[in-house]
Every structure is written in structure tokens, then in C-alpha cells.
């Protein structure tokens, strides 16, 4: 494995466990409050982290059966999983999630760096493929310690939510049908020590200046542009951030 993914392994756990933390600290009352997502509560989002967990085991280690029952999985699956796994109440809930997390960096650290996975969009690399449980992890847990009144400490980990935002650039103008820009793009984000993460060449025109925490919400739409301080700078900047997404 190489340090790259043994990082992300290491991120995805640490993400993992600040969830954990927030979970640990609620009452069972708490669990079952509803959160941003229409229709679901805290068990709904815990049960979701599961399920979209044991599909990347399956894709990672059975890529050809994945595919082929993701292929004939209705549209619905997300609530559907969501729904079911909430239903068994919050203790069992708690630990499918928890377990469902291990598998994940145990079947991730058996595959080969060079790893392609398939899943019910692109497939992706299995470093990307990490990087979206990090981004997922940070997202649905955002919606928990909103809905249970907990805080979350904005870290370093919000860099790779912002890193598959700039991947997906491209992606969330097609997958809304709108036109690509083809001008040339600048991200910098400002992460929690003062650091500035910076994606394109620094002589673009267009260009979009963020706090990581802010940009990170923005980017798992959890957050609309109108309430978010990121600046722009160019028309196509502004657009980006209009339809600016994490996932893909």
C-alpha cells in the first residue's frame, strides 16, 4: 500500500471517529431527530454511511457482482437502504455503522494501488474511491451534529472534500446539462491553520477564494452560495460555484 492511500486509510478512520464521538454523545431521543436531509433522521443518515460502506466492499471485492446488481437497482435504493437499516433501532443501528466502517479499510487495504472501482456513477480509482467515504463521512456527519446541537471542529480533512469538488468541476456543469467552461480556473482555500490548499495555474483569470469549512459545506451542498462568504473573481468563477459539488 502505498503512503498516499495509507494517509486516506488513516483520514477515513479519524473522520470516522469524530462521528463516532458525536454519536456516543447523544441519547437515543437524540438519533431519531430529523436532519437537513428531507425525511430522515440521525439513523436514516448513520444507516445510509452504512449501506453506501458495504457497496464499496462489494465493489472492491466483487467488482463484476457489483456492477451487474447496481445495474438493476431501482433509483430508489439510497432511501430505501437508508430506511431499512434506520428501522432496527439505534443500538443496532450504531454498530452496523461502526462495523461497516472496518470492513471498508480492511477490504481497501488488500487491494493493489492500481485498483479501478466500479460504482453507480463513474468508476473511479480506489484512492478516490476513499477520498469519497472522507467527503461522505464529513457530509452526513455535518447533518447529525447539526440535528443533535454538537459541533464540528473544521480539521486538515477537509482538503480532500474540497480536492474531489475540483475533480467533479466538469461533472456538476454536464450532469445539470449546462455548458463546460473551458476557461482556465483558480481554487485556493484557506485551511484551518492558514494554509492555502490551491488547485489550476495561477495565472487564470477566473478564480475562487474560500475558508475550507465554508467551501466544504458549499461543495456537499449542504450549503447555498447565497449564505456562503467564498469570492469569485470572473464569470465563470461564479458559475462554478453555483452548481459546485463534491460527488459524482
Known sequence: MSDLLDSLCRDLIDEGDALAATVGAAD???LTRATFCPGWTVLHQLSHLEWTDLQLVRALTDPEGFTSDAAAM????????????SERGADACVRAWQASRSRVIEAVRQQPDSTRVPWFGPG??????????IMETFAHGHDIADAVGA??????????????AWKARSYSFSVRGLEVPTTELRLEVRGIDGEIWSWGPDSAENRVGADAYDFALLATRRRIRA???????????????EVVQAYA
Open 74 to 85: 431501482p433509483r430508489r435504493r439510497v432511501d430505501e437502504g437508508a430506511r431499512a437499516g
Open 151 to 164: 459541533t464540528v471542529e473544521p480539521t486538515a480533512r477537509l482538503r480532500h472534500v474540497a480536492t474531489l
Open 28 to 30: 437515543e431521543a437524540d
Open 124 to 133: 473511479m480509482s480506489i484512492t478516490t474511491a476513499v477520498t469519497a467515504r
Open 227 to 241: 449564505d456562503s462568504s467564498a469570492s469569485t473573481t470572473g464569470v465563470d468563477a461564479e458559475r462554478w460555484l
